[in-house]
Structure formats: C-alpha cells, structure tokens
C-alpha cells in the first residue's frame, strides 16, 4: 500500500505547535508549589512534631485542587487538540474530501477523557510527592542525628523541589498530549504506525537520535533507557510522531 507522511521532507520543529500551551500549563503548576513551599516553610524544619500537621496540610490541599486542577488540565488540553487539528488541515489540503472529513470527526474524545484524568492525578501529586518527602527526610534526621542541619536544608527546599517536578509534569504532559491525539487521529484513518522525528539539535539524548527516521508501530511503543513510550511521551521529550498514512 502506498503511503505518505505529514512531512515530505525532514522537519526539524514538531508541526503541532505546543509552547504557548507549555508555558501557561508551567505557570500554573508553579503556583501549586509555591503554595507547597508555604505550606511546608510554615513550620520548624526537621522537626518531628510539625510532619503530622504538614502532611494533614498536603493532603487536604491535594484533595482541594479537583475542581482547579480538572479545569487547568482541560484548557491545556484542549488548546493543544486545537493545535493538532490545525496540522491535521494543513497537512490534508492536498487529500481527497472523504479523507478531510475523517480527519475532521476523529474520534479523539476517549483520548482526552484519558488525558484529563491522568493530567487530574498528576497535579494533585505535587503536594502529596511533597508531603512524602518531608515525611522521608525527617525519618532520616531522626535515625542520623549528625546529618540533622543538612536535612533541615534539604526540607526547607521542598517548595523548589515541587517546583522542578512541576515543571516536569508541564514539559513532559503537553508534549506527550499532542502526540497522543496525533495518534488518535493516524489511527482513525488506518495509519499504522509513525515516523520518529527529533528536534535536531544537540540537547536530543543519544538514544533518541537512534530512533530519528525510524518507523514505529503506533502498536508497538519503543522502550529506550529504561522507559516504554512514542515520540513526545517519555520525560522531557522534544520529539515527535510524523504519521505514515495510507494513500
């Protein structure tokens, strides 16, 4: 059977455009580990006495966030599907209308229920992670009372760790929404699989390079340095799925 791709030729940025959904999705999640870092700043660092309270804190803030989390993940989501469907037209101007149409009504809504529910958990993991840490670190100044100072500082950076995670969790969950609805769409119009594009520069991991230009079952998921996972889906990933469809 005959095929093409999105791209007739190499591209080294990903067709689907995602910063501006990356950088509003970033902010937000930072605000959660501001408030983290509040939370946990408010009492005595390593002291046993204040884990309880913290933790109390952490969980009841988690459990709070539903509603802004659910809200927060469904815009980013559903900036990105309009971002995908852009590129889908772009790419189906030269396809035949049946085929435009298909593309067009992509049953892509039991993706973005999917989506949204894991994105839900994962915000809501910020302060729960958080709260596990402080819990973790002041075991630790307990049963090594020489280390007590240095896992005093440790805690005290709980709100910069959430932080770092946050930002995690926004570069690696947009990235990997807009690769997870490019491949609801392939799918829908019977394309098997993908070609692995990267973002060309010299901050692509080596085992990503491996796999640039190289064809991947929608099937069958790559797994590379440990991790199993398409183009766009594993942490920190910049690349992204060049769909091969059937002519």
């Known amino acids: ?94 396809m035949s209308t049946a085929l435009r149409r298909e593309i067009q009504t992509a049953p892509t809504g039991e993706a973005m229920r999917g989506l949204l529910a894991e994105q839900v958990t994962l915000i809501k993991s910020i302060p729960l992670e958080a709260a596990q840490r402080v819990h973790d670190l002041t075991l630790k100044g307990i049963e090594d009372a020489s280390r007590a100072r240095e896992i005093a500082s440790e805690i005290q950076r709980s709100g910069e760790v959430a932080e770092s995670r946050a930002m995690l969790i926004a570069r690696t969950e947009v990235s990997r929404t807009a690769s997870t609805l490019t491949q609801a769409r392939a799918e ?48 920190n990933c910049r690349c992204y799925p060049e769909p091969v469809i059937p002519e």
């Open 1 to 94: 059977m005959a095929t093409r791709t999105i791209d007739r030729v190499k591209r080294q940025r990903n067709p689907v455009k995602t910063s501006r959904a990356e950088r509003q999705y970033a902010s937000r999640l930072r605000r959660i580990a501001q408030s983290v870092g509040a939370i946990i700043d408010g009492f005595p660092a390593g002291d046993p006495a204040s884990v309880p309270p913290i933790e109390a804190m952490l969980r009841r803030y988690a459990e709070a966030l539903t509603d802004w989390a659910t809200a927060t993940a469904s815009q980013m989501i559903a900036e990105v599907n309009a971002s995908d469907r852009r590129a889908w037209m772009q790419m189906s101007q030269d």
């Open 188 to 235: 829908s119009i019977g394309s098997d699989g993908y070609i692995w594009r990267t973002a060309g520069d010299g901050d692509v991991r080596q085992s990503h390079k491996d796999m640039r230009g190289k064809f991947v079952p929608w099937s069958t998921p790559p797994t590379l340095d440990g991790l199993t996972g398409h183009a766009g889906c594993l942490p």
